[in-house]
């Protein structure tokens, strides 16, 4: 199964176009901020220390959360590549069990998940650092780390179920747009969750990346919140952190991050079942 993983980590990574379309939702928010988001977002916040720090940490550790799901979809989409192309009929007479076949895809997602979220990660902190901000400590790097991996494990299951469905480049195109351009706003990276109807923040709320996106928010934005709110009360903190999507609210209470890395770990149990038993199917 690692041999046939490391097969479909070099087709990806050999199709450059494939790699630049899997992080064209990533650089659209980039391009986006740099151009008005980051003033919009720090319109209002004159006079408050390190206010664009606060939110270039907020904005990174959403993108961060996209690019696990935008990349571990175009790695996932060399089964599709494969199918069209009849090469899948040519694994079917090597000694191979089908189930390694499929875990093989399965992995190499992941692995293209964790390989492009850790080179977003890094130059996320070099933007950070660039505009004025502080590098995150060893031990929030390794928790950054972590959230990665359990991000793109879910998402990479996530996807391998949707495409499962899928049959053609043309559909796979389709698919990748559609999610490229649902996840920012998801994340809650284009407006602030606040602003949004109630309904669609159930919607983000339910979404298990979401909750990824949450997770990274709370380490990305540690420091940066204890400088611009020192000596503020807790309950104003807690409303700002409601409000941007640092920590999500159920029920009128604040949702855990054990309970948020809980839903991760379902999310990968669960959707990996489904991915492999809708291949195994086909």
């Excluded at 492009?116 to 933007?127: L, N, P, Q, R, V």
């Amino acid at each position: 199964m690692i041999a046939f993983a490391v097969r479909n980590l070099r087709v990806f990574f050999r199709d450059r176009a494939s790699v630049f379309f899997s992080l064209i939702a990533v650089l659209i928010i980039i391009g986006l901020y740099a151009a008005f988001l980051g003033n919009t977002l720090t319109q209002g916040m004159e006079g408050m220390p390190g206010a664009r720090f606060l939110m270039d940490s907020w904005i990174m550790a959403g993108l961060l959360a996209v690019a696990s799901i935008t990349t571990t979809l175009g790695a996932a989409g060399v089964m599709v590549d494969d199918q069209n192309k009849g090469i899948s009929k040519d694994f079917r007479c090597l000694p191979l069990k089908r189930s390694t076949i499929v875990g093989g895809y399965l992995l190499s997602a992941v692995v293209v998940g964790v390989i492009m979220s850790t080179a977003a990660f890094a130059a996320a902190e070099i933007y950070i650092a660039l505009n004025g901000g502080k590098l995150l400590s060893a031990a929030a790097v390794l928790k950054v780390l972590g959230l990665i991996i359990l991000s793109s494990a879910a998402s990479g299951a996530m996807v391998s179920l949707l495409i499962s469905f899928l049959k053609t480049p043309n559909a796979l195109a389709v698919a990748s747009t559609v999610v490229g351009t649902l996840s920012g706003f998801l994340m809650g990276i284009y407006v602030p969750i606040s602003v949004l109807p109630k309904a669609v923040q159930t919607v983000i709320k339910a979404f298990p990346i979401a909750h990824a996106a949450a997770l990274l928010r709370q380490v990305f934005m540690e420091v940066p919140l204890a400088e611009s709110f020192a000596g503020a009360p807790p309950q104003v903190v807690d409303e700002f952190k409601q409000s941007l999507g640092v920590v999500f609210t159920i029920g009128g209470e604040a949702f855990s991050a054990a309970g948020s890395v809980a839903i991760l770990l379902a999310t990968t149990a669960v959707f990996f079942v489904l991915a492999v038993w809708r291949m195994l199917k086909r």
